[in-house]
């Protein structure tokens, strides 16, 4: 029975790592774009200044996709048709999702705003 009790969390562990099953992590960053990054330059939509939201709404309209700034590293979105990119987009917020096995993009599960407890899924 001894033995048992120590198998079964080796087996649990063993599993996890060759089925690349991954937690899920949560990260506070910024929702940009993949033209602009971490910096929002101004002037750069014709001369005009825009705040970061406007500025990252203007990008994805001409294309750009949707990216997750933290600490200046930008990850890539992967499911760019999550509902909530948009809501936040140019906002800080509280990630959670998957890392991709690259470790530059991020499959997202919740967006939701610091300090806030209300929370949306896909």
Not at 36 to 45: F, N
Not at 48 to 56: E, L
Not at 62 to 85: C, E, R, T
Request: charged share 25%; proline share 2%; glycine share 12%.
């Amino acid at each position: 029975m001894r033995k048992l009790f120590y198998l079964v969390p080796v087996l649990v562990f063993a599993f996890t790592v060759i089925t690349g099953v991954a937690a899920q992590q949560t990260w506070v960053g910024k929702i940009s774009d993949s033209m602009c990054g971490a910096k929002h330059m101004s002037g750069e939509h014709g001369g005009k200044k825009m705040s970061d939201r406007d500025c990252t709404l203007a990008c994805i309209d001409k294309g750009a996709k949707y990216v997750f700034v933290k600490g200046g590293k930008v990850f890539q979105i992967s499911n760019q048709d999550f509902a909530d990119l948009k809501e936040h987009a140019g906002h800080t917020v509280r990630l959670t999702g998957d890392l991709g096995a690259d470790k530059k993009s991020i499959t997202v599960s919740k967006i939701v705003m610091p300090g806030k407890g209300k929370s949306k899924k896909a």
